[in-house]
């Protein structure tokens, strides 16, 4: 059982790992056909499914933001649960 001074250490780390991926792009990359090599980011825009262009030189940086975005994701539920622990054990915030 972690006391609230480690609770509270991990979730300052956790913050500042956080910060670190703040440059992120929620979608997929994909590309229109096998022909033609044009690359698009798949999204939700207000529930609804859009394709957008991405220019060939930009793929890269555009797969890096959207892998930031799955470990922003999996950063904020460890955040979650360590925040959940601090609230149990009774820590101000």
Known sequence: MDSIFSLRQKRDHL???????????????????????????TTKVEGVTKSLYIPR?????????????????????QLHKVNWQLVRRGARF
């Open 15 to 41: 913050i500042r790992r956080l910060t670190d991926h703040m440059d992120f792009l929620i979608g997929s990359v994909s590309t229109k056909s096998l022909r033609t090599p044009a690359f698009n980011l």
């Open 57 to 77: 030189d930009l793929v890269p940086l555009v797969r890096r933001m959207t892998a930031r975005h799955k470990t922003f994701k999996t950063l904020i539920k």
